[in-house]
């Protein structure tokens, strides 16, 4: 899109600052972030979607910078930039662009996002449940009025193979690939039949490694790219390539994923419903402690739903859903409308407590926020109206 006319900047603009009003009197500090941003940190850190459609470039000085793919990472660097003390309780809101490529003729490449960020709240599923109250408040003051809420939970499936018998590399594949539904079904799968595993391209290459550590496989990696003059591909490190292969060579000794195992996993996914009635099949489900406390978070969170005026019945619930950013790592939600051209999402947002600690925090710091698409808002709004 070339521009905004003056009538489509003017209506921006004002519901622009009823979301942010929104925000501010809930106590939220209206902060700026940097527009330009380290690469690194986005490329690591939120997944493939984004990693894929950002706009990376090269500084004067070599170093790689990007346009914000999102405002959650830069408020959090700004957080570290100006906070006393890291695991200081902030709360902060913003409105302002972000920059992602796109093939979707509904979706801008420049897009506005206003949004909240609540950092090391004392009550976490308060906290959790008072976002999701001022994203669906926001929203309405935008002047949506007809929408849907999904919610999930990944500190739930994380817990559950928390309490699994496997390999840690298993689970952190499983998690990894929790995104990628086909993907992860095609991992759990072979997981489960170890045993039945045909050779593949690779297997020549792991047949090398059997035994070998990670820092002999590095070495055995090198030398071989030296050998054959071959350049590295994908962007994949000597290091990310000698650990595949290590972990490939671990699976030819380990036993296959138990059934029991298997079919706990696949009677959670299966869950869906309002995120009252969840509660039920997910508590018949026989996690060990890690899975029992995230059930008991899950429970807290819909009392403070209610407590906050919020009708669990009328979200929906999908064991599956987890959104598409690899910094979440517990309740998670999104807010979609209906629009001409399908359904449209105008907001989103959850819990990701690691991401702070990943972008240079000493201490740990819990963290949970939303972000709206301004055009979405506008675009889902007017077509309901």
């Known amino acids: 899109m070339p521009g905004k006319s003056s009538a489509e900047r003017q209506a921006l603009e004002a519901q622009n600052a009823r979301v942010m009003a929104v925000f501010e009197a809930a106590g939220f500090d209206h ?204 962007g994949r490190s000597t290091e990310e390539i000698a650990t595949r292969l290590v972990e490939k060579a671990a699976d030819r000794s380990a036993h296959p994923l138990a059934p029991a195992a298997v079919k706990a996993i696949e009677t959670y996914l299966a869950i869906e419903g309002n995120a009252a009635s969840v509660l039920a099949p997910l508590e018949a489900i026989a996690g060990g402690e890690a899975y029992r406390a995230a059930l008991k978070r899950f429970r807290r969170r819909i009392e403070a739903m209610r407590e906050r005026g919020l009708a669990p019945e009328d979200f929906a619930f999908a064991a599956t859903f987890g959104r598409n950013l690899e910094y979440y790592t517990g309740f998670v939600f999104q807010i979609e409308a209906d629009t001409a051209q399908g359904p449209l999402q105008v907001a989103g947002g959850g819990r990701y407590d690691d991401l702070l600690s990943d972008i240079g925090s000493a201490v740990p710091v819990s963290a949970v926020g939303c972000a709206i698409g301004t055009e979405s808002l506008l675009a889902a709004a007017g077509a309901r109206s």
């Not at 490529?101 to 950092?119: C, M, P």
Request: hydrophobic residues 40%.
């Open 31 to 234: 902060i700026a972030p940097d527009i330009l941003q380290p690469a690194d940190i986005f490329l690591e850190r939120s997944g493939e979607d984004i990693r894929a459609n950002s706009y990376v470039f090269t500084d004067p000085e070599g170093a790689e910078m990007c346009l914000r793919p999102d405002l959650t990472v830069p408020a959090c660097r700004y957080h570290l930039a100006h906070a006393a003390r890291p695991d200081s309780e902030a709360r902060y809101c913003y409105c302002g662009p972000a920059f992602r490529f796109t093939k979707d003729a509904r979706l801008l490449s420049e897009f506005g996002q206003a949004g909240i960020e609540w950092l090391a709240a004392g009550d976490a599923q308060g906290s959790e449940a008072q976002v999701l109250a001022l994203t669906i408040a926001a929203v309405r003051a935008g002047g949506l009025k007809g929408f849907r809420v999904k919610l999930g939970d990944l500190s739930l499936f994380h817990a559950l193979l928390d309490g699994l018998e496997m390999p840690r590399r298993w689970r952190r594949r499983l998690i990894h690939h929790f995104w990628r539904p086909q993907t992860f079904r095609e991992t759990l799968t072979r997981f489960a039949a170890l045993e039945d595993q045909t050779r593949t391209s690779i297997s020549p290459f792991v047949d090398k490694v059997v035994g070998k550590d990670i820092g002999q496989t590095q070495g055995w990696v090198e030398a071989e790219l030296d050998r054959g003059a071959i350049p590295l591909a994908g």
